[in-house]
């Protein structure tokens, strides 16, 4: 069996009024004294926040006052809170636990950087709701990030603690880069992935299924009547 390649697409979208730069920002994060780094996500291997965590020493080598800021909650979050406590990193991470998604967007405005280190992804709709905030992006180097992350910021190997540090630090280390990546990519979010523009055009794609699915006119009409032969009456035949 093969498959139609009239095939459509349509993207992830987000509400760009809602994660915008203008607004209030999350007051922890906010008062940061140095570069506020944040991880967002389920506290899982998967999304490997160990390796955030272990950039952190490397990246407090060049910004010594850089934080780092856990939003999300999972089964490694113990395991992590006693790393911090063996590297006596107390007063330069902490975990801000499950932050409601109604709260995300002061996330965002208040980070200076997003990090998405993680070994697998889809299309993370985090990746474009920081952009929107104008908050760049370093991510691991993954075939459904790399395509928005590299315009926007820096993309990494997984598991390259040495070149995540090194990516996070670049930018925090030079502001008007950071700024310019951010203003580039709300841009780009703007453009192309507003929640407004996906609706219609996933409700113009459904419009011309509907239309290919279309019975023609003669069908809609229903079966027509089967043709009766005619009955001979036999009873006068010689």
């Not at 730069?21 to 007051?27: D, L, M, T, V, Y």
């Not at 299309?123 to 920081?130: D, K, Q, Y």
């Not at 990030?145 to 040495?162: L, M, P, S």
């Not at 670049?170 to 709300?186: F, M």
Request: charged content about 25%; hydrophobic content about 35%.
């Amino acid at each position: 069996m093969g498959v139609n390649t009239d095939i459509a697409v349509v993207n992830n979208g987000i509400d760009t009024d809602r994660f915008s730069p203008s607004g209030p920002k999350h007051n922890r994060i906010d008062a940061a004294v140095g570069p506020a780094i944040v991880f967002v996500g389920r506290l899982v291997d998967g999304k490997r926040p160990q390796d955030a965590l272990a950039s952190l020493a490397e990246i407090q080598d060049r910004c010594l006052d850089a934080q780092l800021f856990f939003c999300g909650d999972g089964p490694m979050r113990e395991s992590l809170e006693n790393t911090v406590a063996e590297k006596e990193l107390d007063d330069a991470v902490s975990f801000l636990g499950r932050v409601p998604y109604s709260e995300m967007p002061t996330v965002f405005r208040a980070a200076d950087l997003f990090v998405l280190p993680s070994r697998t992804e889809g299309f993370p709709r985090t990746v474009l709701e920081a952009l929107a905030c104008e908050t760049p992006v370093v991510s691991s180097n993954l075939e459904q990030t790399a395509r928005i992350v590299e315009q926007t910021g820096t993309t990494v190997e997984v598991g390259d603690i040495e070149g995540l540090a090194t990516a996070v630090s670049d930018l925090v280390e030079d502001k008007q880069l950071l700024s310019d990546l951010g203003k580039h990519g709300r841009q780009i979010v703007t453009a192309r992935y507003d929640w407004e523009d996906m609706v219609r055009e996933t409700t113009n794609i459904l419009g011309q299924i509907a239309k290919i699915s279309e019975p023609p006119a003669t069908d809609r009409k229903g079966p027509s009547s089967p043709e009766i032969p005619a009955i001979r009456d036999e009873t006068n035949i010689k």
